[in-house]
């Protein structure tokens, strides 16, 4: 968009940011029409993933988790713009935290740790939750920059606000070495679609579908235990995020150990909650190469 689509878009997006909770889910409310029943966003995906990956239920059991799956995507993109502004306060009512013992444990033994997660609950509010712990090791979120300079250092303000860091992508694996005398929890959201040629190839919801090594390679190599956030909502407005250690002693594991771990322990959670994972993302787009088979 530029700089005066940005400078234009400001304002508003910022008034979003500034309503009460209750009259931010009444324009979601509003909103969700538009998306859902007529502009119908990414519906056609959303409905070939949904059907792809539960083959068992009904036409109506997937058109239900679609409504549902939607009514939470606007939700979402509302309660994410709250994080320009939201009080720690407000941030400590609306978003419980469990299992920060584990991080403390860590922290106190001098250890960093690697968290991973996926694409479900709020994960932009449970990474702004993160930073009012205390006692633990500074977050790390690996994100992907914009292509707008404008609206990524919009985001950057967004994520950074609260006290947490972040590494692009491109950096990651020269930035942690860079760090690692320092005490950080380095958070890779895990279910974004890597090159075919370089993932790990496993299944995952009933697919064929390639998984970055990123989080493995880099949980080998440093020794650094592999947590996962489960990110749950409880009732509309409200999300618990858990901690759990899915791995204590990377080096012990085999390759590809790690990753089927932490793959098969999101894939849980979507069972469990389908309507809260990004179904609008293209996940299968790929195909398993012939040398991988």
Do not use: C
């Not at 409504?67 to 994080?83: G, N, Q």
């Not at 002693?249 to 990004?278: F, M, Q």
């Amino acid at each position: 968009m530029g700089a005066i689509g940005y400078y234009i878009a400001l304002p508003f997006i910022y008034l979003l940011s500034l309503l009460p909770f209750p009259l931010l889910y009444l324009l979601s409310d509003i909103l969700f029409i538009f998306v859902y029943g007529l502009i119908g966003y990414r519906k056609e995906v959303v409905l070939a993933n949904l059907r792809n990956s539960f083959p068992e239920r009904s036409e109506k059991e997937i058109e239900d988790v679609s409504k549902a799956f939607y009514r939470w995507f606007v939700d979402l993109t509302l309660e994410t713009l709250k994080t320009l502004t939201i009080s720690k306060a407000s941030m400590t009512q609306r978003v419980s935290f469990r299992g920060s013992e584990v991080l403390e444990r860590y922290a106190s033994e001098g250890r960093s740790v690697i968290l991973v997660l996926g694409h479900f609950g709020n994960w932009e509010l449970a990474g702004a939750r993160y930073a009012l712990l205390e006692n633990v090791p500074r977050l790390y979120v690996i994100y992907h920059p914009l292509a707008d300079p404008y609206f990524d250092g919009l985001l950057y303000r967004m994520r950074t606000r609260l006290g947490n860091r972040l590494y692009t992508m491109r950096e990651t694996s020269k930035a942690m070495l860079r760090d690692k005398d320092l005490l950080t929890a380095t958070a890779f959201i895990s279910d974004q679609t890597p090159s075919p040629e370089r993932a790990y190839w496993t299944t995952f919801l009933g697919q064929d579908t390639p998984v970055f090594l990123g989080p493995e390679v880099l949980a080998r190599k440093l020794d650094r235990p592999v947590l996962y956030l489960s990110i749950t909502r409880p009732r509309r407005g409200y999300y618990d995020v858990s901690v759990e250690v899915l791995v204590s002693a990377p080096r012990s594991t085999r390759d590809g150990e790690i990753t089927e771990i932490h793959t098969k322990r999101l894939e849980v959670d979507i069972r469990n909650n389908p309507e809260l994972w990004l179904w609008t993302h293209r996940r299968w787009k790929h195909r398993r190469p012939l040398l991988n088979t």
